[in-house]
């Protein structure tokens, strides 16, 4: 079920073996990160950029919990190297539409793993005289990282395994799930 292939909503959360954070643990901290964040950026031109793929389902959550509005921006990056391993050796795939000279920016994150390209994307922004810079991630999973990662706000520290849900894909699959979870064996066979 992998490749082309579709799985359709049915198989969708069978294929979990374990959820992890659900929907409503989502929301809810969402909500309260939100009040933070707003809180940081009141008065502030702040904008919020997305990281694609991952970080749509956050970002969409996040900036409709916000009781501030921001303008919002995206920037798509590859990470060299095979398989499901972050290299930390990052390529542009789309740049930002915006120039954030002067602004405060928060990066919207689906998750930091080995911080690699989260690290990298963090001093590209800096380099282009931002007022600030600060990340906002959901996930983290504490026992992979290998580089420090100053992130300001997170949502859920989780285990060192590989999730899926709310906008994170295995194949391109699953980022439709509302909740995140570990994948059952039989879906990697
Ligand atoms: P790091 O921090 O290792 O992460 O540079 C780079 C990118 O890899 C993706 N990633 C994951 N995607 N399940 C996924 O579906 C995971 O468990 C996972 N861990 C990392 C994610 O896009 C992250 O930005
Ligand atoms: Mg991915």
Redesign the pocket.
């Known amino acids: 079920q992998q490749g082309e292939c579709t799985v359709d909503a049915a198989h969708m959360g069978a294929d979990l073996e374990r959820v992890l954070v659900t929907e409503d643990e989502i929301q809810a901290k969402l909500a309260e990160l939100s009040q933070e964040i707003a809180d940081e950026y009141a008065g502030k031109d702040v904008l919020l950029v997305g990281v694609l ?2 970080a749509v389902m956050v970002m969409a959550d996040l900036m409709r919990a916000l009781p501030i509005t921001a303008p919002v921006d995206w920037m798509a990056v590859s990470s060299y190297g095979s398989g ?1 391993k972050s290299s930390g050796v990052v390529r542009i795939l789309k740049d930002l539409d915006t120039d954030i000279s002067g602004k405060h920016v928060l990066i919207v994150e ?1 998750i930091v793993d080995s911080g690699l390209t989260l690290s990298w994307i963090r001093s590209n922004l800096e380099s282009r005289n931002p007022a600030s810079v600060e990340i906002c991630t959901l996930l983290r999973k504490p026992e992979a990282a290998k580089v420090e990662v100053d992130v300001k706000w997170v949502g859920f520290d989780i285990p060192n395994e590989f999730v899926v849900g709310y906008g ?2 295995y194949a ?1 699959q699953y980022r439709g799930l509302r909740q995140v979870g570990t994948l059952a064996p039989h879906v990697y066979s």
Do not use: A, C, W, Y
């Open positions: 793929k991952g499901t689906d994170l894909d391109e």
